[in-house]
């Protein structure tokens, strides 16, 4: 009877136990897209890049992604480049007595050591030039950042809808209407 007894809470035990590692690989295996969205190269994390979609016929689009440095120098976002588009350019737009304005970096964005850098809509961006298709939800496309120090590194940009993926953030500024294709014109000011 003790035997038989011992045995039942055995096996009972051994159930929980798998029924705990199936749902954490359940768990786990869920999770697996939102880790697989970031990219690393040398000591720079690159975390879910990402697009606004675009209307038919728009011409340059914005690129978005967060860039964390984790090594103790820092290092420069000198280049990008995507296969819907002609060429990317790194931009900064900003606000300043009531007049959006925006300037192509032609250094390059300083990425601090230790740091983090966001390019998200109403900041540093990416403008994709000359683009050869619309920007579709819920589609993606490959493209490259190049870093002086660490490198260049592949990576994938999900194309979202106007609003951007959940938690994205506005840079203290909203977006003409029109997205990018306002820059070349409603006050918009290129410097």
């Known amino acids: 009877m003790i035997r038989y007894t011992l045995t039942r809470v055995l096996r009972h035990g051994e159930e929980r136990f798998g029924a705990a590692i199936l749902a954490a690989a359940l768990i786990l295996f869920a999770a697996q897209p939102v880790l697989a969205h970031g990219f690393k190269v040398g000591e720079i994390e690159i975390g879910h890049p990402w697009a606004r979609m675009t209307p038919a016929g728009a011409k340059v689009g914005g690129g978005y992604v967060g860039i964390h440095n984790e090594g103790k120098e820092p290092d420069t976002l000198v280049s990008a480049s995507a296969e819907v588009a002609d060429h990317v350019e790194i931009h900064e737009m900003a606000v300043t007595d ?81 997205g990018h294709d306002a820059h070349s014109g409603h006050g918009a000011s290129t410097n």
């Open 98 to 178: 009531g007049v959006m304005k925006m300037r192509m970096l032609s250094e390059g964005l300083p990425i601090p050591a230790g740091g983090e850098v966001k390019l998200a809509p109403g900041g540093y961006h990416l403008m994709l030039m000359g683009l050869k298709q619309p920007l579709k939800e819920g589609e993606s496309f490959k493209g490259t950042l190049t870093f002086a120090k660490a490198g260049t590194v592949d990576v994938v940009f999900k194309v979202e809808g106007m609003a951007g993926p959940k938690g994205a953030e506005m840079k203290g500024m909203e977006m003409p209407e029109g």
